[in-house]
């Protein structure tokens, strides 16, 4: 069972080994590319950091990072949470995958009128921004950007030879890329007879919008329920 994975730099290769360990045979085609931006911390107080994707902090190198150490910082889920703590940070919370129970956590230990420094990459969704800042003193700061590929990759074009493979999705702007890309390549038809396994619901609507009908939706909104759920997928061929 070949799986796609469309994931940027480590991302891809941390899931192709998942992939992997689980007997199924990754395809890494990655439709965009991470840049780093020039970033400046803002040299003042902050009662609060929050992280919605590793790749924000990992791109910052530790001088950038050590003046934040001691501020609490508010992960959208255990795998920026994971990375919060190996790199450093003294207090850190998890949201367990989600942006909505996130902005929770957030009301919830830090009072009204605080400041905070929110670290995200380009582009963005605004629900951040929109929650927070009628109530906090919000700083955002993007310190990456993602550069969308022209074409998909042909060289996994090339590997592909399963019917019906798995697509790993996980989030919205990269299941519209995925499915824009695969339309105008020499096999439009991947996306839709693909089988989709989606992190989270919220992803649902833009699969099926670009034809996809074969969806599959983690139980968890991480990485770890995802896998679970391929592993179940994989099981079910051999019945």
Known sequence: MQVIITRAGDDARTTARLVADLGCIPVIAPLARRL???VAIPDRHFDGLIITSRASVAMLDRTQLEPLMPVP???V???SADLARGTGFETVFSAAGDVTG???LVHDKVPQGRALLYLTGEP???DIELALSDTMRLTTLATYRMEAAEAFPQEALALLDDP???W???SQQSVERAAALAKASPRPDLFPRAR???ISQALQAAVKAAGGTDITIATQPNQQAMMGALLTMRKALRI
């Open 77 to 79: 889920g255990d795998a």
């Open 164 to 166: 019906h493979p798995v």
């Open 196 to 198: 989709h396994l989606l």
């Open 124 to 126: 963005h969704k605004p």
């Open 73 to 75: 910082v508010f992960c």
């Open 36 to 38: 780093a931006l020039p």
């Open 168 to 170: 790993l999705h996980y």
């Open 102 to 104: 996130l902005i929770g």
